[in-house]
């Protein structure tokens, strides 16, 4: 798909002459004087051409297609009044065509009761008001926009307005508004029959959706592309004309000596963004159903401020291109989302409202989320471990949207009333509604006191009684714009001006679905928790983050009475035995892994104590994860100085990969302990830039560095488990293990994917000083019977080959295992 990237060069430079007294032409002189300056200027700088073009006053023709719609009645009239307000006295002059379906008999007297409803400024006294209202009346006309004939006749109509009023294009204006799907077809009619006289400008503008993921994006911009160049279109997000998203990036800039200090991974504890809403989807179901929050919010709105929040700062806010670039490069460093970074939700009357609006029937289920928590993060130093929290929903407690920015805090205060110092310390982009009702910008006092943003805005020092996030309002520094300002009047002035910054580029979309769209699809069968809406919620959608993931606070269990019952607590004991001759410990499963937790502990001081090291072997697979997790959340005393970690099998698969036994060890094992790096043994299964080749000899590399470490190789403690198929380590059924000879450490094949292994042999396993079989799960209940019943057979039960030398066998088997 072409992207132009040069557009911005080609933009022509808007000069605002001075403001004057009216339509008149009175001030039309001063005007041409400037002019001539202009012009004289720009023969020398010798760009004569575009700068001529871009100062001369010219006719604007406006035309809203879908006029009479309800965006168009809520905020695009009342928009493209204030330009016109704003643009009186510019020499240019305009003309409003109202588009849409209907025949102009329906049309018009619908667009009248919109047009009537435009109101003015505070600073607009009523009779100019007046004046400017019947002078917009006047200059706006409904038109059936359907066929091509129809552009066709636009485009006729223009030029012959042009010529009656003897003026130049200054350029036409397209607002969509209407449904995505006819954006591609409105397009092509627009450069097919209305593209402005030569050197005039052609701006359109669309609403979202762009496209419901990556690749219907990418074919919405691109049948975009056949008929708009990519500096003609303006992709609206209209949190971007919000007042305080808009000020984010200033804020930052003028604000640099105090955040460059603390806008890091060391300061920041976390950043939040959140759009709370009250309100259900009724009425728009039919669209609301295919789309859902995460769409409808997150991947835009949300996205947006979080990008605005952690992108590099450009050296020049005004640059659309720089700043669009930053935004580009944060979305690069955006660390891929997945199924544990959200959480979902849908609230309870959304399931009849689907059935009733689809007329679907009463057993109709939609997944449709109407709730989201994602959790992201930034894969920079500056950034490195934020959370970066995304949340939003509709049918909750509040109407509220705001950015925080919440800072860690050590400070300890020991007197009970004293300073500032020990509350939280954050920064607030509040916009809007919530408690506070402004929108504002707020900084904890115990932070600094910031500069004030704009000329636009004020200090805010009168409070009412009221608190924001925790805080009460007057523990921050508070500012606020003077006029509240409708993001859309914002946008369109800005679309006036053709400055892009606050839109968004193409490839800024298509880097944003990059983000959500396989989200989306990890998430397309989850079921959302359903929540009953407004204050009944109370804590069911709190989240908790935890490392990388995000879950629900409260897990909803539900427990049906036959569950509950069978298990007393005198069942919860540890019972001891043997098993196939050696030593066996059994227990429920939470019981079970803690004795082997504590064993563990106990084998790794008294090595300690030797030898001053102890070597521990441990396997893949799902089974030892519980064993991981509590030896990292109970055992803090456990001597990970002193131990070497070594491992029984890899798959060969990059140590990258989910299904690398090392990476699966790294995440919920050895990042959480404090154990130095060269006392890591991963098996190099990637030599060479490639996968467990013989000739590469990875077997024997790992085999030297047991026998360097490890005295006699050795082993002091060997976790295994064993499969379905009475496999251990990477010793499956079949293998000739016989092959393996003296070697330590061999290349093996498994029956299941990826089927190449590296393995610890058996020569390697039983010279170890303690090994432990783990087995749990009713799973294995069949294995465990067979096992107590079959003398040793290596082949068909490569577990039965593992017999200590000299050393010790453990089973410990839980009672589903055991008992079944
Ligand atoms: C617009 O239409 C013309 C033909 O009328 C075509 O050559 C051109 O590629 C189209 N697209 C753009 C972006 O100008
Ligand atoms: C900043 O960018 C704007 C828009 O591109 C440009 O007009 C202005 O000259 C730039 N300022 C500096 C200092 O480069
Ligand atoms: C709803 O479905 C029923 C049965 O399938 C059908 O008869 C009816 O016309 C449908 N109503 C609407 C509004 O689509
Ligand atoms: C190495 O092992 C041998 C016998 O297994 C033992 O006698 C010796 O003390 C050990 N060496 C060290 C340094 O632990």
Not at 240 to 257: A, C, D, M, T, W
Not at 766 to 791: C, D, F, P, W
Request: with cysteine.
């Amino acid at each position: 798909m072409p992207v132009s990237r040069d557009w911005y060069r080609k933009r022509p430079l808007t000069v605002q002459p001075p403001p004057g007294r009216g339509l008149d032409g009175s001030d039309q002189r001063m005007f041409v004087t400037v002019l001539l300056l202009l012009v004289a200027l720009s023969a020398r700088g010798g760009h004569s051409e575009e700068t001529e073009e871009a100062q001369r006053p010219g006719h604007v023709s406006v035309i809203i297609v879908g006029a009479t719609g309800d965006l168009a009645k809520k905020y695009l009239w009342q928009g493209f009044f204030q330009l016109y307000v704003n643009q009186v006295s510019s020499g240019n002059t305009f003309f409003f065509h109202g588009g849409g379906l209907s025949p102009a008999d329906k049309g018009t007297p619908v667009l009248f009761e919109a047009l009537k409803a435009v109101s003015c400024s505070k600073d607009v006294s009523q009779e100019r008001c007046a004046v400017l209202k019947d002078q917009f009346l006047r200059l706006s006309q409904y038109r059936q926009l359907k066929t091509l004939e129809d552009y066709q006749e636009l485009a006729k109509h223009i030029e012959q307005q042009l010529q009656e009023e003897g003026m130049t294009e200054a350029g036409r204006l397209f607002y969509l508004s209407v449904p995505a799907f006819a954006y591609a077809d409105i397009a092509e009619k627009i450069n097919s029959s209305c593209r402005p006289t030569s050197g005039a400008w052609l701006r359109v503008v669309l609403e979202k959706p762009f496209g419901h993921d990556f690749r219907s994006a990418q074919l919405l911009a691109s049948h975009l592309g056949n008929s708009l160049k990519d500096e003609e279109m303006y992709r609206i997000d209209h949190y971007l004309g919000k007042q305080v998203v808009s000020k984010i990036l200033p804020f930052r800039i003028e604000n640099r000596e105090f955040l460059d200090p603390i806008w890091n991974k060391h300061y920041i504890e976390r950043i939040e963004i959140v759009v709370k809403e009250t309100l259900d989807v009724t009425g728009r179901i039919p669209f609301y159903d295919q789309y859902g929050v995460i769409r409808d919010v997150l991947q835009n709105h949300l996205t947006e401020v979080m990008t605005l929040l952690t992108m590099k700062l450009p050296k020049n806010v005004s640059s659309s291109e720089e700043v669009l670039q930053n935004k580009l490069e944060i979305f690069s460093s955006l660390l891929p989302l997945a199924k544990n970074q959200a959480v979902i939700g849908q609230y309870q009357a959304y399931k009849s409202e689907v059935q009733q609006e689809l007329n679907k029937t009463k057993d109709h289920v939609s997944l449709t989320p109407t709730f989201a928590a994602v959790l992201a993060h930034i894969d920079e130093t500056q950034y490195e471990g934020v959370p970066i929290l995304l949340t939003s929903g509709k049918m909750l407690d509040e109407r509220v949207g705001y950015a925080r920015i919440l800072f860690k805090n050590d400070m300890f205060c020991l007197q009970r009333h004293n300073g500032i110092h020990c509350k939280p310390k954050q920064i607030v982009f509040y916009f809007g509604h919530g408690d506070l009702q402004y929108p504002a910008i707020l900084v904890s006092k115990n932070l600094f006191k910031p500069a004030l943003i704009d000329s636009d805005w004020k200090e805010v020092t009168e409070h009412t009684d009221v608190s924001v996030l925790g805080l009460s309002i007057s523990d921050y520094y508070v500012q606020t714009p003077t006029e509240q300002r409708e993001a859309y009047a914002e946008l369109i002035s800005h679309i006036f001006a053709g400055c892009k910054n606050s839109f968004i580029s193409t490839e800024n979309l298509l880097a944003s679905w990059s983000l959500w769209t396989p989200l989306l699809s990890s998430l397309a069968s989850s079921f959302p928790r359903i929540y009953p809406g407004g204050v009944d919620n109370g804590g069911l959608l709190d989240v908790r983050l935890k490392g990388r993931d995000i879950s629900y606070n409260s897990e909803v269990v539900i427990i049906t009475p036959d569950q509950m019952g069978g298990t007393s607590a005198n069942d919860f004991q540890v019972m001891q035995g043997k098993f196939r001759s050696a030593d066996m410990v059994s227990a429920w499963a939470e019981e079970l892994v803690e004795r082997l937790a504590v064993d563990i502990q106990e084998a790794a001081e008294a090595a300690v104590r030797e030898s001053g090291v102890f070597h521990l072997a441990l396997s893949g697979g799902s089974t030892p994860l519980a064993l991981f997790h509590r030896l990292v959340l109970h055992h803090f005393s456990f001597p990970w100085r002193d131990t070497h970690v070594w491992m029984v099998d890899e798959r060969c698969v990059p140590l990258t990969e989910l299904e690398s036994n090392f990476h699966s060890m790294h995440d919920h094992l050895l990042q959480h302990v404090r154990i130095p790096y060269y006392n890591i043994h991963p098996m190099p299964v990637q030599l060479n830039q490639r996968l467990c080749v013989e000739e590469d000899r990875g077997a024997l590399q790992y085999e030297k560095e047991l026998s360097k470490w490890v005295n006699g190789s050795s082993l002091h403690f060997v976790l295994l488990g064993v499969g379905y198929d009475g496999h251990t380590a990477s010793l499956f059924p079949g293998s000739k293990v016989s092959e393996h000879g003296e070697s330590l450490v061999a290349l093996t094949e498994s029956p299941i994917k990826p089927h190449q292994r590296m393995s610890l042999t058996f020569n390697a396993i039983n010279r170890a000083h303690r090994v432990a079989l783990l087995v749990m799960g009713k799973g294995k209940h069949e294995l465990i019977t067979q096992l107590s019943r079959v003398k040793d057979n290596l082949d068909k039960y490569p577990v039965t080959g593992v017999k200590p030398d000299h050393g010790t066998l453990v089973w410990y088997i839980d009672y589903d295992a055991l008992l079944g």
